[in-house]
């Protein structure tokens, strides 16, 4: 597991990383809070966060509870608080904050590893729930819930920095007569193939529904999100998607939004959906914007 210890001595930060590169955990240290708190948010692989009661900036208990109102869209962190002064009213004080658990400082060799191993197993736990709630089973693709958490953060991070954002939505044309010439495994078959394009091409591309897909795409500008739209279409269109007894070739459909700040989710939403809905219209096989 990755760790970010947060205590003003370097000392410290150095003799725990030592005792916890013995399990093989991987930690890294920083000196104060607004630190810690930075690298919590720009580093999505840290699963445990080990903080000082005592810290130059905000004390261990502020940080607790600011790393508590990380995004949603970040993956599960476990928090111990460590302190050398041990008391029923801190440990409770502690918990009350937003920390898993509580460590001695130094913590107790035995203790602190058997304590490692519960974090371990709650953070597998936790990471598989996730995995499940924003994982699609049939593609293995983000789901619609996934897409959305990520739309929002997308959304956040264009309005902060004023940075380009593009939304495309896209949808298997004439899916219902694959369904109905060949069967609803050979539907499922070509949706998986399409998962596997879509891995292959490296953008993340959502499942939002029966077929069809989504798309974020931020910080390049819209000709070159629209040059990547068209390069999964065109990937679509040479791909043959084996199921049991054919060999099918499918087209898709595509809408292309560009964000206007300042807008809703859903208002970028119905605009790609529109451009969709013309781009059917004008004979499938397409990206419009
Ligand atoms: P269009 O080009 O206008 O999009 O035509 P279409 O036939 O693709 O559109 P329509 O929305 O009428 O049909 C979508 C079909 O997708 C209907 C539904 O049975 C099928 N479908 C949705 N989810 C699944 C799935 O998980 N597996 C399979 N096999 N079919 C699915
Ligand atoms: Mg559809
Ligand atoms: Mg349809
Ligand atoms: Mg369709």
Redesign the pocket.
């Given at each position: 597991m990755r760790i970010l210890i947060a205590d003003p001595s370097r000392t410290t930060q150095h003799v725990l990383a030592i005792i916890l590169s013995e399990v093989g955990h991987e930690a890294v240290g920083v000196l104060c809070g607004t630190d810690a708190l930075g690298a919590l948010a720009t580093d999505d692989s840290i699963d445990i966060l080990i903080t000082s009661f005592e810290l130059p900036d905000m004390t261990g208990l502020d940080l607790c509870r600011e790393a508590r109102r990380l995004p949603a869209d970040r993956s599960p962190l476990y928090i111990f608080a460590m302190s050398a002064s041990v008391s029923d009213a801190r440990i409770a004080e502690a918990l009350d904050s937003g920390a898993d658990d509580f460590i001695g400082k130094p913590p107790s060799r035995v203790e602190f590893f058997a304590r490692l191993r519960a974090a371990q197993r709650v953070i597998l736990a936790q990471n598989e729930l996730v995995r499940l709630a924003t994982v699609d089973l049939?593609t293995g693709l983000p789901n619609r819930r996934a897409f959305f958490l990520r739309a929002a953060s997308l959304i956040r991070h264009a309005e902060q920095e004023r940075s380009e954002l593009a939304l495309v939505l896209f949808?298997?044309?004439?899916?219902?007569?694959?369904?109905d010439r060949f069967?609803?495994?050979?539907?499922?078959a070509?949706?998986r193939g399409i998962g596997e394009i879509v891995g292959r091409s490296g953008l993340r591309v959502a499942r939002i529904?029966?077929?069809e897909f989504g798309l974020l795409i931020a910080d390049v500008g819209f000709d070159h999100a629209m040059q990547r739209a068209e390069m999964l279409r065109s990937a679509v269109q040479a791909a043959s998607f084996s199921t049991i007894s054919d060999e099918l070739n499918v087209t898709i459909?595509l809408g292309i939004a560009r964000y206007r700040h300042g807008e809703t989710l859903s208002s970028l939403m119905k605009r790609a959906d529109v451009a969709l809905y013309a781009a059917?219209s004008a004979g499938?096989n397409r990206l419009l914007a």
């Open positions: 049939l949808d298997i044309d004439h899916f219902k007569s694959i369904n069967g609803h495994d050979a539907g499922d070509v949706l529904g029966g077929e459909s059917k499938r």
